[in-house]
């Protein structure tokens, strides 16, 4: 079973520093735009140099080559996984493999299909969509393997539908993982670990509920032993 990802949801290494100074063991970390855009790629170097694993979360959207381009930096930064949006369009996707396995060939390269933010109310009366949430979902995540990528991000919900279509073997990685007692936040598609074990998740990426938490420590090990187990 895959460790969980913790979202660093800070804004500063010293906060980064703070936290993480609290654990005994490696972590898998998730540096997002906040925390990536306001430090720059050094905060991934000190971040790798005190034994984490990391998923660069910038969820890319541009044309091929800009992409391309931007992927040939972060395949040099040490990421062991990274991710583009698959709305940026199949040419998009191709090229951003390419060049992030060019320099990581070991490192994983996925796609946001739908945001966990998106409700199936927002799909019709915002994206003007003709296909259902979860169509588009699976529509978005064979194009990711169509193109190459080693899976996508998306709700713990649709895992299983993802792994029917795409083999089991293409990786799903879900954040919006919330304990029974925790709040939503501003996701629409939340699920407990226990219950995204379930589902088939490859990964869950849990944030604010570790991040926020009084006891840190306590709170990845609770929601590591329900990942792992599959019991709440």
């Given at each position: 079973?895959?460790?969980?990802?913790?979202?660093?949801?800070?804004?500063?290494?010293?906060?980064?520093?703070?936290?993480?100074?609290?654990?005994?063991?490696?972590?898998?970390?998730?540096?997002?735009?906040?925390?990536?855009?306001?430090?720059?790629?050094?905060?991934?170097?000190?971040?790798?140099?005190?034994?984490?694993?990391?998923?660069?979360?910038?969820?890319?959207?541009?044309?091929?080559?800009?992409?391309?381009?931007?992927?040939?930096?972060?395949?040099?930064?040490?990421?062991?996984?990274?991710?583009?949006?698959?709305?940026?369009?199949?040419?998009?996707?191709?090229?951003?493999?390419?060049?992030?396995?060019?320099?990581?060939?070991?490192?994983?390269?996925?796609?946001v299909t739908q945001l966990t933010s998106t409700s199936e109310e927002m799909m019709q009366s915002e994206q003007k969509s003709s296909l259902t949430l979860d169509e588009s979902v699976?529509?978005?995540?064979?194009?990711?393997?169509?193109?190459?990528?080693?899976?996508?991000?998306?709700?713990?919900?649709?895992?299983?539908?993802?792994?029917?279509?795409?083999?089991?073997?293409?990786?799903?990685?879900?954040?919006?993982?919330?304990?029974?007692?925790?709040?939503?936040?501003?996701?629409?598609?939340?699920?407990?670990?226990?219950?995204?074990?379930?589902?088939?998740?490859?990964?869950?990426?849990?944030?604010?509920?570790?991040?926020?938490?009084?006891?840190?420590?306590?709170?990845?090990?609770?929601?590591?032993?329900?990942?792992?187990?599959?019991?709440?």
């Amino acid at each position: 079973m895959n460790r969980p990802i913790i979202a660093l949801d800070f804004g500063t290494m010293a906060e980064v520093q703070q936290f993480l100074d609290k654990f005994e063991e490696p972590l898998f970390v998730k540096v997002g735009m906040e925390l990536y855009l306001q430090n720059g790629p050094n905060i991934i170097r000190e971040i790798r140099a005190m034994g984490h694993d990391i998923f660069l979360d910038l969820k890319l959207h541009d044309i091929p080559n800009t992409v391309g381009r931007a992927m040939e930096g972060l395949g040099r930064l040490d990421v062991q996984m990274t991710n583009v949006h698959a709305q940026g369009g199949t040419p998009m996707m191709k090229r951003a493999a390419e060049s992030f396995k060019d320099h990581n060939p070991d490192g994983t390269l996925i796609a946001v299909t739908q945001l966990t933010s998106t409700s199936e109310e927002m799909m019709q009366s915002e994206q003007k969509s003709s296909l259902t949430l979860d169509e588009s979902v699976i529509h978005y995540a064979q194009l990711a393997k169509d193109a190459g990528l080693d899976g996508v991000v998306s709700s713990p919900l649709e895992s299983a539908l993802i792994h029917e279509a795409c083999g089991t073997g293409f990786l799903t990685v879900t954040p919006g993982i919330r304990l029974t007692e925790d709040s939503t936040d501003d996701q629409s598609r939340v699920v407990t670990p226990s219950k995204a074990h379930h589902l088939g998740s490859d990964y869950i990426v849990v944030g604010r509920p570790v991040t926020q938490a009084d006891d840190p420590v306590a709170r990845y090990a609770q929601i590591k032993e329900q990942w792992e187990s599959g019991e709440e």
